[in-house]
């Protein structure tokens, strides 16, 4: 299974490259009807001839008309200093001066405010976690927990909680509480209900006949949680963790949005957005796909080794 | 006063929580009307306990106003919230919901017509899907101005990847041997999409769908802390948390929480009517 599924990887590759290739294409390609007002009215300050030659009269035509009459201008559109779209080597330029180019500690170091919402994702994480493990066995165990908290941890993810986000964090600022937690918690929040949900499945699943072994070995009930529930349970583990890790990182940046932080790839996303740095914001926003994917990753990579140790590799 | 609000706090738990215990483990807990007085009681608990707990370490309302303050903001404002409601929920997220939730369907019966392109936009799709696509509100709240029109922008980009991906999943959950039959029927695309693979992608495409009505409604009350009217639920929860007028913010909770959950009940009600024949409906 193992090997058929790298091998399916290897197919895949292609494909892959081929949409993200398109997409790459399309946002290229976007660039410039999307800076040509911008890249007009500056072209004009600079001495250009512009076609037609005031600002009102070019407010009349799209982006596209207006690259259209200015085919001299559309190199100029790749490199505004505040585009309305920064084409792709432009954010790559700015990750690579504020990731590569920065000392980790600074300020201005993508690195470093990475760390900050990176250490409030994994703290909220492990919480969500442990109460998502916590309640799921609660919940397997007592018929009176199942019924009363699941249908309440179902309905607790329709309800848009990021909008909590600002609120958690005064309320907790008011009590004296800042920093790491507030954010940590909303984290908790977006991540604990794909535990509970992969979990309880999880604990369900040794049917009958595996419980009856046990029985009939006399096993008390901690040795068929310890020795039959919890390993069964693993695969469904990391199949949740996957789905959480990546909810926490949303969640922490989405805290760190409205509620005025000074570091972190949120806090980076509204400085960019409040001070017209379109760069620094696309930057982010980048370094927090690559983030999550690494977190992704990481679990994958975690999920494919414990349970090769286990002996589950091809279920 | 601290130790006989915890007393009492504990009291009621207890007796929430001993009701519950005979409920769950009696005869009767397979029965409807059991099944959901269960929940009931344990949140009504828990409301009681809040109210009580505010009330008797007179917490300040700054920090957590009880629930009866909540419910009397909610009855006396009804008429903003309303507004609010319409600005975010109805303008934004819905009109977004359904531009997205279109152009993924659209995207996925098209691109399933090639294989190459189905193995690329899987796994594309899910990586998408999993990123904070939330953090684009700012750009597009520059690009599209501060009304509604950049909400449903945000709106639509958020619902799209889990839409796209479940309906290009659903869309080759057929076996051979299905597609084989609708062969010798002489079927050809077209019969064979609307007769057998859309309505076998169905209960598919209404899992993502479900899963894009919570993403929509973060999606527009997020885009709203990056300007707005002065009218919105975003808006709404961040001046009041500005004028720590908290009990206005959990009124618009409140909203959102009905509003997410109707929304979503409303999906699975329309997943009943439309995959019927499906196993996970039967009763």
């Known amino acids: 299974m193992l090997g058929r599924s790298g091998g399916l990887r290897l197919k895949s590759i292609l494909p892959v490259l081929t949409v993200i290739g398109a997409i790459l294409m399309i946002w290229v390609v976007a660039v410039v009807p999307m800076n040509m007002h911008l890249t007009a009215d500056q072209a004009q300050r600079d001495g250009f001839a512009v ?32 585009p309305r779209l920064p084409s792709p080597h432009q954010v790559a330029v700015e990750m690579w001066k504020t990731i590569v180019m920065q000392r980790v500690t600074s300020k201005r170091s993508l690195v470093y405010h990475g760390w900050v919402t990176l250490s409030a994702t994994l703290l909220g994480f492990a919480m969500g976690t442990t109460l998502g493990i916590t309640l799921a066995v609660g919940i397997v165990y007592s018929r009176a927990m199942d019924m009363s908290v699941m249908p309440w941890a179902i309905a607790s993810q329709t309800i848009p909680i990021l909008a909590l986000a600002p609120m958690i964090i005064v309320m907790l600022g008011a009590i004296g509480i800042h920093g790491l937690l507030p954010k940590s918690i909303i984290s908790a929040y977006l991540s604990f209900f794909p535990v509970v949900v992969g979990m309880v499945k999880g604990l369900r699943s040794p049917d009958g006949m595996q419980l009856d072994l046990l029985r ?10 310890w020795k039959l529930r919890l390993p069964a349970s693993v695969p469904y583990l990391f199949a949740s963790l996957k789905i959480g890790i990546s909810a926490s990182l949303v969640g922490a940046i989405v805290a ?26 696309w930057a982010a926003l980048f370094a927090a796909a690559i983030t999550a994917a690494g977190l992704v990753g990481l679990f994958s990579l975690l999920e494919r080794l414990t349970l090769r140790r286990m002996g589950m590799a091809g279920t | 006063m601290t130790g006989t609000a915890i007393f009492a706090a504990l009291a009621i738990w207890m007796t929430g929580w001993f009701i519950n215990l005979r409920l769950a483990n009696s005869a009767l807990a397979q029965r409807r009307w059991v099944q959901l007085l269960v929940p009931a009681i344990f949140g009504l608990t828990l409301l009681v306990i809040w109210e009580l707990l505010v009330r008797l370490l007179e917490v300040n309302a700054v920090i957590l106003p009880p629930p009866s303050a909540i419910a009397v903001r909610f009855v006396h404002e009804g008429p903003r919230l309303w507004a609010d409601f319409e600005q975010t929920i109805i303008k934004g997220a819905l009109s977004g919901y359904i531009i997205g939730a279109i152009a993924a369907f659209g995207l996925a019966v098209l691109a399933d017509r090639s294989d190459f392109l ?25 690009w599209l101005g501060s009304d509604w029109q950049s909400k449903a922008a945000v709106v639509g980009v958020m619902v799209f990847f889990p839409i796209l991906v479940n309906t290009v999943a659903g869309l080759r959950a057929t076996t051979a041997m299905q597609r084989d039959l609708m062969r010798t029927y002489g079927a050809g695309y077209w019969p064979t999409l609307l007769k057998l693979r859309l309505p076998a992608a169905m209960p598919f495409i209404f899992n993502g ?58 999906m699975a009600w329309i997943e009943g009517r439309v995959t019927f024949w499906h196993p996970s409906q039967r009763k």
């Open chain 1, 51 to 82: 076609t037609p030659d005031t600002p009102m009269a070019r407010q009349d035509y799209s982006g596209l008309g207006l690259s259209l009459r200015n085919p001299s201008l559309v190199g100029l559109t790749y490199v505004q200093e505040r």
């Open chain 2, 118 to 142: 189905t193995r690329g936009i899987l796994p594309v799709g899910g990586f998408m899907a999993a990123l904070p696509i939330v953090g684009t509100a700012p750009i597009f709240v520059k």
């Open chain 2, 209 to 266: 769908l479900k899963i894009a009505t919570t993403l929509a409604l973060i999606g527009a009350i997020v885009a709203e802390f990056f300007g707005s009217p002065t009218v919105g639920m975003g808006f709404r929860i961040s001046t009041s948390v500005g004028q720590l007028a908290l009990d206005m913010v959990w009124a618009e909770i409140v909203v959102a929480a009905i509003a997410g959950s109707a929304f979503y009940g409303a």
């Open chain 1, 216 to 225: 009939t070995y006399y096993a008390s009930a901690a040795q068929g949680f």
């Open chain 1, 256 to 281: 760190e949005l409205p509620t005025g932080a000074r570091a972190g790839f949120g806090a980076r996303m509204l400085v960019g957005d409040q001070y017209g740095q379109p760069l620094v914001t």
